[in-house]
């Protein structure tokens, strides 16, 4: 009877991790574009993937998308291809901290536009 019970709390323990490892999850952030107009975003991690949504006050979007294959590391870094939704394009880095759930996005548009984000923290 005891080993039954242990072996279903160790199955019911290791499939709920693995439901919560299957688990979205969805990060907002604010920042600045370098003419100091605000910009608001988003990051969302899949299992497998890191998507990126930045939204601006103007009413562009741009979004993007990587690999959640990050090491070991404190902090990582990617560079991420951006495509918004006026034609424009272009390059963020994002740098994420993987010990306090922490990043920022620094970017760069094809039509000279710049800005910021921060994302989590406390």
Known sequence: MIAT???TRISAATIALALLAGCSVNTGGMGTM??????SGNIGRDIDKLS???LSARGWQ???QTKADFDLSIVATRHVPLTCN???TGTAIVAVNQFS???TMTFA???GDEGSLSFGGK
Request: net charge negative.
């Open 109 to 111: 548009l094809d039509n």
């Open 5 to 7: 019970t242990i072996s």
């Open 34 to 39: 370098r003419d100091g107009a605000p910009i």
């Open 86 to 88: 006026n034609g424009l």
């Open 62 to 64: 741009c979004t993007g």
């Open 52 to 54: 990126f949504t930045i």
């Open 101 to 103: 759930d922490e990043a």
